[in-house]
């Protein structure tokens, strides 16, 4: 127990410590009847899925550790007050994208939640093979909802700022970000591993000045440009899926930073599922239609970002940026689809070199995917992990001059047809 009282849940405890919550009892029936399971496979927190005679919940608590390493590396429990803030943010900003949240309780860093079934997190199901209908669409309307509705595009000027400084204290899951993100890759960082192979490529990078330069760049523009609420964690494994659905769990990292920044993430983890596919081909050639598939998705997510960004630009920018006052109503309408223009010129830029450094840092740093993971042949998936590597430097020291998604996408395609080891 901590000196304020948060004691952690197990499957044992669960019943007795949360049966009185109404809202449990209402949704799930009475705790005489409930099944417990911890399901966490996450890095950080303990997650258990509770099913009673009335139904089902998530009830979600935050470890004062990092469970991926340990009681060893400390993590506060605050994380839950963000995820929380963030959750009901993303509902209000981008209504039925995440689950639906039913309790919080600070002190026990709890967020009792819906339970997304039949939902699987989409890594796994891409790792098999399988696809979403709509899934472009859903991922890239959630990233325009969420991130214009955040801003200074969209806010009253004292909500924003309200925002920032709330978010600002999330300091602990940002200096994850910092170190994991923009830093360790570069270096021979302690908690960094890579798969055997890659010795010649790690070498070549970590040689790679204008690289360096670049992971810094991005690192200053995630720190210093506080644009927009981000989820701050956006990856496939943030994602819960069926079939024909999409929601965004895991909030967590939630900060204020650059519009660019979870495009970017987004789009990164939908490059290495491209590029790890080789690696789960039965036969060959037999995940190439997922490849197009993949690829088409990355496509579609800056697509639908980008008009969505568009409509919502014209429609609802009643923030103290770019206001209608200076150019609509003083007939300057053209101007502002110019500033719009340069807007997602500008957020296009950014999400290219955080796309880069996101591929890099889940093949040398600390948190790998389970796409190259569950490749099981070390010399497969370091083939594959290469050319990540490679396309990840090109996108960070390149993305200003990257002319646009085709051109992105027409780069995966051309990597995974070379040898970069
Ligand atoms: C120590 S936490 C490692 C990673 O897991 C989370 O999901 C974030 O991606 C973080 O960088
Ligand atoms: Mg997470």
């Not at 009830?59 to 004062?64: D, R, S």
């Not at 002190?107 to 093979?129: C, D, F, K, N, S």
């Not at 993971?373 to 020291?397: F, H, P, S």
Request: hydrophobic fraction near 45%; charge should be negative; charged fraction near 20%.
């Amino acid at each position: 127990m901590t000196a304020q009282g948060y004691v952690a849940l197990s499957p044992a405890t669960l019943p007795d410590r949360l049966g009185g919550l109404a809202v449990l009892r209402d949704r799930v029936g009475p705790a005489d009847s409930w099944q417990v399971r911890e399901v966490g496979d996450g890095n950080l927190n303990l997650v258990f899925i509770v099913t009673g005679s009335a139904g089902s919940a998530v009830v979600k608590q935050a470890l004062p550790y990092v469970r991926l390493v340990g009681e060893s590396w400390p993590l506060p429990l605050s994380r839950s007050f963000f995820e929380y803030n963030a959750l009901i943010r993303q509902e209000a900003r981008d209504p039925g994208s995440v689950p639906s949240v039913w309790h919080f309780d600070e002190v026990q860093a709890i967020v009792v939640m819906e339970y997304l079934t039949p939902h699987v997190i989409l890594r796994h199901a891409l790792v098999e093979g399988r696809r979403v209908d709509g899934l472009a669409k859903r991922l890239g309307q959630f990233c325009a909802r969420t991130l214009f509705r955040g801003s200074d595009l969209s806010m009253t000027a004292a909500a924003r700022k309200a925002d920032l400084a709330l978010f600002a204290g999330n300091v602990a899951l940002c200096d994850i970000t910092e170190n994991l993100v923009f830093s360790d890759p570069y270096f021979d960082a302690p908690m960094n591993r890579h798969t055997p192979g890659l010795e010649g490529m790690v070498a070549r990078l970590r040689a790679d000045l204008s690289l360096k330069v670049a992971a810094q760049h991005l690192k200053m523009a995630f720190t210093s440009r506080a644009e927009t609420m981000l989820h701050g964690d956006l990856h496939t494994g943030s994602i819960m899926v069926t079939e024909s659905e999409a929601k965004v769990i895991d909030p967590e990292f939630a900060t204020y930073g650059p519009i660019g920044f979870d495009v970017g993430m987004l789009i990164a983890n939908f490059l290495m599922a491209h590029l790890s596919q080789p690696g789960h081909e039965a036969s060959p050639g037999d995940r190439a239609a997922q490849q197009d598939w993949l690829l088409s998705v990355v496509d579609g997510i800056w697509e639908t970002f980008a008009a969505e960004f568009a409509q919502l630009w014209r429609t609802e920018r009643r923030g103290i940026l770019y206001q209608a006052s200076l150019y609509e109503d003083q007939g300057h309408a053209l101007a502002s689809e110019q500033a719009l223009s340069d807007v997602i010129g500008r957020i296009w830029v950014d999400a290219v070199g955080f796309c880069g450094v996101e591929m890099h840092r889940r093949i040398l740093g600390l948190a790998h995917n389970a796409d190259f993971e569950k490749i099981a042949d070390e010399g497969r998936r370091a083939a594959c992990e290469a050319r990540a590597l490679a396309m990840g430097r090109q996108l960070m020291v390149g993305a200003a001059s990257m002319p646009g998604i085709t051109a992105l996408t027409a780069m995966a395609r051309r990597m995974n047809t070379e040898d970069h080891l």
